[in-house]
Structure formats: structure tokens, C-alpha cells
């Protein structure tokens, strides 16, 4: 698609001299002002690299039901590990696809009664033992995007006129990192719905999210109409979450955005990446330059999804949204209508 709001940023300016680094400041600054979304090459990830990914996630999604169902996320309490064809809910509906959700892996947390519920997803991942290389390859990946994602942010605070230590220091210690592996399966030519993942903001501060080369499906809200993103090879789909939004008081905007599931006989794979701090880092109202500060819109703000400012407190309610079935075996007194969901 040609005509299309969504710009593509070239990250290797950052490395080209003053002047470059000016213009990626001033084109990122704008693009998620503007859109809240953009498309980024030159990020230096080695096409080798894309590739393993690639051919692991698939050979994963070939396994036998029963040893993907070995890492089943249906017993952890952690809301990690493989999700069949219709595991996760957006919205209430149904999503169209397959995955492994994948986190800091860590030793699960003692919580007494006074402690916040966001705790509970601290825990280990579960990894296949049918495929043994998928762990290498996850870790390879996370270290590579991580890098990317503090670039991005040291950048968005010196386009914003910030202290770029404002963001970074959020992340300095046991940042929250979510890889999601992903499959969307072709849906039937007489199915009622091809919702992937159906529309949303992402909950935490930053996405990074690599497609199988030459594949559509991804929609980006803008100017309330619907816009495909053109997959270009080689390239991430960056957005920013709500939390950035909240950091900016609505200066930069996340923006709502929706998967459309394949048609029958195809499929999709993608390897969405969530750079978000640690459980319990708030995010701060960041000192932006006041022109820019002039032009803030506010948090925009749903009663049934009520942006905080605690990482921890944003991803439980999504979480806990999202995986119903997860929820209602290992954390039924969250789910009870009295319960508070951030509270402990």
C-alpha cells in the first residue's frame, strides 16, 4: 500500500554524524507525535540472525500437539508458555492465532498479604524439550532488541528536550521483557471472524515487532480510518505503548491497532517484542521542552482500562483479561468482583 501514514525511520543516522542524528530526532519525534507508529531500518539486526528466528518459530509451530502442550500456559502462573488456537482474548473475542509468551526468567516471588498482586508474573519460562534450540535463540533476540529499544528511548527524550536517565534509569535493573512467538493459521473462507488480535494499545512503554518477510495483516488506526502497515523487508514495526503516552501526558500518543488473520491456506508468523522496565518502576511525567509541552493532549483515558503509572499494575489488568483461563486456576481471588486487580 503506497499511500500510507506510517513513515519509515533509518536508525543508522544515529551514527552518522550531528546533523543526521538531528534529522532521526526530529522524523521520530514526529512520526509518534503524529501517528505513533513507524517503520525502522538500518537497526543492524543480521539477516542470519531474522532467519534462525524465523525457521525455529515455525519448526516450534510444527511440533506435535502434545509437546507444544508440554509448555501449556494453562500451568503457569506466570501467564507464560504456548497458547493454542484461540487462547487469548481481545476485548472479550476471540483471537485467531497460536503462541509462546515469554518473559524475564526469574524465581518466583514470596509475597505476603501487603504486597502488590503485579508481583505474581515474576517466575521462570517454560521451554520445550522437543526444541532446545528455541532458547538460544529467544535470548540472542532479546539481547539484540534491547539494545535497539534503549537506543529508541535515550532518542525520544533527546527529541523531547528530556534527560534521556529519566527513561533509561526504569530500565537499569530487571527490566520486564515479553517476547510473544506467534502464528496466525489461515482462518476458513466460512469463518464468522479474521481477528487475529483484535484492536488495542499495548499496555507497557515500547513494541518492536518483527514479520515474516513480505507478509501483510497489521492495521494501524490513524485519522479514524484503518491503514495497513506495508511489511518491508528487513525491517521492525516500532509503536509506543501507553505508558509513553502517560510519560508525555499524551504528547506522543499510542495508537489503537488490530491483526487481520490470513486467508485460508496461508499463515503468519511474527515475534512481537514489549521493552517495558521492571514490575514495580513508575513511569514519570518526563520535563519536555515547553513548545512541546504546549502541544500535549492529555492521557487519553478508558474507564473500563485506566492507564497507571506503575508498570506492574498495566500489565496484571491485561493479563488477566487476556488469559481468563490462566487467571481462574492459578489467581481466582483477582478475578472476584470485589477484588481489587493491583492489589495484593
Not at 526468567?105 to 503485579?118: H, M, N, S
Not at 529519566?166 to 510473544?180: C, E, N, R, T, Y
Amino acid at each position: 500500500m503506497t499511500n500510507t501514514p506510517i513513515p519509515v525511520l533509518d536508525l543508522s543516522l544515529l551514527d552518522q554524524g550531528p546533523e543526521a542524528v538531528e534529522r532521526f530526532h526530529d522524523e521520530l519525534r514526529r512520526a509518534t507525535h503524529e501517528v505513533g507508529f513507524f517503520t525502522l531500518v538500518g537497526h543492524g539486526i543480521p539477516a542470519e540472525l531474522q532467519q534462525r528466528l524465523l525457521s525455529t518459530a515455525r519448526s516450534f509451530f510444527a511440533l506435535p500437539d502434545e509437546d507444544k502442550l508440554e509448555i501449556e500456559n494453562l500451568k503457569s502462573p506466570h501467564f507464560r508458555g504456548y497458547a493454542r488456537v484461540g487462547g487469548e482474548l481481545t476485548k472479550g473475542k476471540v483471537d485467531w492465532r497460536e503462541q509462546i509468551d515469554i518473559g524475564p526468567g526469574r524465581e518466583p516471588r514470596e509475597l505476603g498479604a501487603g504486597d502488590p498482586a503485579y508481583l505474581r508474573l515474576d517466575g521462570p519460562n517454560q521451554w520445550p524439550t522437543a526444541l532446545p534450540e528455541l532458547q538460544p535463540v529467544i535470548e540472542e533476540w532479546e539481547a539484540r532488541l534491547g539494545q535497539i529499544g534503549r537506543r529508541l528511548l535515550a532518542a525520544w527524550a533527546a527529541s523531547l528536550g528530556a534527560d534521556p536517565a529519566a527513561l533509561l534509569d526504569l530500565f537499569a535493573d530487571q527490566p520486564s521483557v515479553h517476547i510473544k512467538v506467534v502464528r496466525y493459521p489461515g482462518v476458513p473462507d466460512d469463518a464468522e471472524s479474521r481477528q487475529g488480535v483484535g484492536s488495542h494499545k499495548d499496555a507497557g512503554v515500547l513494541t518492536l515487532l518483527w514479520i515474516e518477510p513480505g507478509v501483510g495483516g497489521l492495521q494501524v488506526e490513524h485519522a479514524g480510518e484503518w491503514h495497513d502497515v506495508p511489511p518491508l523487508e528487513d525491517a521492525l514495526i516500532v509503536n509506543i505503548g501507553e505508558l509513553l503516552e502517560w510519560a508525555t501526558d499524551g504528547y506522543l500518543r499510542a495508537t489503537v491497532h488490530r491483526v487481520i488473520a490470513p486467508a485460508e491456506g496461508n499463515e503468519r508468523i511474527s515475534v512481537p517484542f514489549f521493552f517495558n522496565p521492571r514490575l514495580d518502576a513508575s513511569v514519570p511525567r518526563l520535563d519536555i521542552d515547553p513548545e512541546y509541552r504546549a502541544e500535549a493532549r492529555g492521557v487519553e483515558q478508558d474507564p473500563s482500562n485506566v492507564i497507571r503509572a506503575t508498570y506492574g499494575e498495566n500489565v496484571l489488568k491485561s493479563r488477566l483479561r487476556a488469559h481468563p483461563d490462566v487467571a481462574a486456576i492459578h489467581h481466582p481471588d483477582l478475578l472476584a468482583p470485589a477484588a481489587a486487580p493491583v492489589a495484593g
